[in-house]
């Protein structure tokens, strides 16, 4: 399964970025899907996953409140709206896919994985 998550770049610290992932839209299994972000020098942490009728949200405590995922089954994408960013938000952020369904936190739920999009939040 290929995903593709775009919309990284460079943002001074409280600013906003939209990220987006592309998801397969012709599997016949309904997925959860979550980002994860990985720092220079440190393991991949998980960000945030949502369900596939996105009745259920997930989010790491350092995120809450600042970021939102959603997801749009009709146009299979999923966006992690990022907001109030911060320089400790800086790393690749990456969009998983999960046919458990259940927008797990950890990174070995996830079935497939995208190639990554740079964040850099600047002080």
């Known amino acids: 399964v290929q995903l593709q998550a775009s919309g990284g770049g460079l943002v001074q610290a409280g600013g906003s970025l939209r990220l987006s992932c592309a998801a397969p839209?012709?599997?016949?299994?309904?997925?959860?899907m979550g980002w994860f972000r990985q720092a220079p020098g440190k393991e991949r942490e998980f960000v945030a996953a949502i369900t596939w009728s996105s009745t259920i949200t997930s989010y790491a405590e350092s995120v809450k409140g600042r970021f939102t995922i959603s997801r749009d089954n009709a146009k299979n994408t999923v966006d992690l709206q990022m907001n109030n960013l911060k320089p400790e938000d800086t790393g690749v952020y990456y969009c998983?896919?999960?046919?458990?369904?259940?927008?797990?936190?950890?990174?070995?739920?996830?079935?497939?994985w995208g190639q990554g999009t740079q964040v850099t939040v600047s002080s």
């Open positions: 998983a896919l999960d046919f458990g369904g259940e927008a797990s936190m950890m990174f070995y739920e996830y079935d497939s």
């Open positions: 839209g012709r599997t016949r299994r309904t997925y959860a």
